[in-house]
């Protein structure tokens, strides 16, 4: 596999090609972070961006927020669902339409989607199990854990689509055969990437240490940072064993006792609650899971 070697200096200048998020991302991150902000100036941003104004409402009236009557306009999404929820739903969107990948591919983009979207909302039913204050962010957050996989596409597809190859002959997983054959870890790129577009710490060390259970090799990470990137490790992990999506590979990895200890889930007396929850979840969000990812 020596052919598929690629180093972090050609992926970095690949990933300049990647384009910027919208700068309604940013203004919206800088006015709902002021206490001093109302509805209206929320709203006078996202009428800077109708298409995306229209997105979050086709959202905001899924099933998965369940608010009654529906809404037709911003104010009355932000008084059901919160500031914080419109903002994730923004920043969620964008970076799917930044990493959109077009024309026909080997790469299954739909199931991986599938896949990242399922662990957004496994991320956000643990945060609320575990008290997270703010777990719409942890949406976000498990939703675009694993861009760095899509990074890789873009730089490379044929590196991306062997590994996938090599994962599901060799029953390992996609984080295994990058080890193996000495390739930029894609957790490597997600942090990369997340550095280009100046997206929120959460985001940046979640992107990275997802898959790293050894918090000594977790490098000066606050105790907070530490529970986010806990929940999408338990959030991906719970995805891949319930076999929804694809993110390169079928591996199923159990979760290991440190990670359960450290966010207080008893694997008998939490974990059947909790999946109960998610899977709950996971039905009422059908419609949310198809029309994120759309135009």
Known sequence: MAALKLDTETIVKKLNDIPSLPSVVYELSRVINDPMSSTKDV???MAQDLGMTTKVLKLANSAYYAIPG??????RAIGFIGFDTVHQLVLSASIIQALEIKGPSIFDVNE?????????IASE???KYVKHPTPADL????LVHDMGKVALFLAAPEVLVEITARADKNKLSFLEIEEENKITPHTELGKLLAEKWKLPRNILVAAKYHHENDMQKRQNIS?????IIDIVMLANLLTHALRLGNS????????????LTRLEIHPQNDMPTLLKQLKAQIEQASEFIRMIGSK
């Not at 949406?139 to 498990?142: L, S």
């Open 125 to 127: 039913v643990i945060a």
């Open 248 to 259: 390169g590979h079928h591996k199923v990895i159990g979760a290991p006792t440190e990670l």
């Open 223 to 227: 105790s907070d940072l530490n529970q």
């Open 112 to 120: 991986f989607w599938k896949h990242s979207i399922v662990v957004a």
């Open 139 to 142: 949406f976000t957050v498990g």
């Open 70 to 75: 529906g809404v037709t306009s911003l104010s």
């Open 43 to 45: 709203e006078a941003i």
